[in-house]
Nanobody
């Protein structure tokens, strides 16, 4: 069965860093687009970042404007894991972070629309506070 499990969340001070992990099982990671999403209390779920399956040696990555330059998404297919490195964290980054999978290969699968992802993890809490 397809499973995605997030880990790495916690409490960090503004300006600090966290690395989130999304461990995938039940499918071949490089056949899927993987996205990170977040949802803060009282707000709708929003796309944060996504990474495509490989196109040749290239993986296409996309970021929401709110995190561009601060967050980095990466994947390790051998470990069946996708990461989200979060630097220079701000209080407004506080949310539950989810990873999700979309069964579309290549650059065309890249999307930050949560409606286009069919498989979801349970989420991990990130709190940025002094």
């Amino acid at each position: 069965q397809v499973q995605l499990v997030e880990s790495g969340g916690g409490v960090v001070q503004p300006g600090g860093s966290l690395r989130l992990s999304c461990a995938v099982s039940g499918f071949t990671l490089d056949d899927y687009t993987i996205g990170w999403f977040r949802q803060a209390p009282g707000k709708e779920r929003e796309g944060v970042s996504c990474i495509s399956s490989g196109v040749g040696s290239t993986y296409y990555t996309y970021y929401a404007n709110s995190v561009k330059g601060r967050f980095t998404i990466s994947r390790d297919n051998a470990k069946n894991t996708v990461y989200l490195q979060m630097n220079s964290l701000k209080p407004e980054d506080t949310a539950v972070y989810y990873c999700a999978a979309r069964n579309v290969k290549g650059w065309y699968g890249s999307s930050l629309d949560p409606r286009e992802y069919g498989y979801w993890g349970q989420g991990t809490q990130v709190t940025v506070s002094s």
